[in-house]
């Protein structure tokens, strides 16, 4: 087995600057691709009756507070 390589290579942006780009086209074709279902707006906001409510969290932040919420809280003593 030789495994994958991806080219990897930069281009020129408008400021005069380098983009990098890695070329994942050969390593994409090797993936198997596994089918699943869309959930469509409609069926989430069907159990969601008036005065119901409901809230998003961006997973970036999500991962913040998870890991600050078990952290003890310090005292400033050490």
């Known amino acids: 087995e030789s495994g994958f390589y991806s080219h990897y290579f930069l281009v020129p942006k408008k400021d ?12 994409n074709c090797a993936l198997m ?3 699943f279902r ?3 707006l409609k069926q989430i906001l069907s ?3 008036p005065g119901y409510w409901f809230c998003s969290l961006d997973l970036k932040d ?5 890991f600050k919420s078990r ?3 310090t ?3 050490s």
């Open 38 to 40: 869309m959930i469509m």
């Open 75 to 77: 005292t400033g003593d």
């Open 62 to 66: 999500a991962y913040k507070i998870a």
């Open 71 to 73: 952290l003890p809280p």
């Open 33 to 35: 691709k596994r089918p």
């Open 47 to 49: 159990p969601v009756h």
């Open 16 to 27: 005069g600057g380098l983009r990098p780009i890695l070329d994942l086209r050969h390593l």
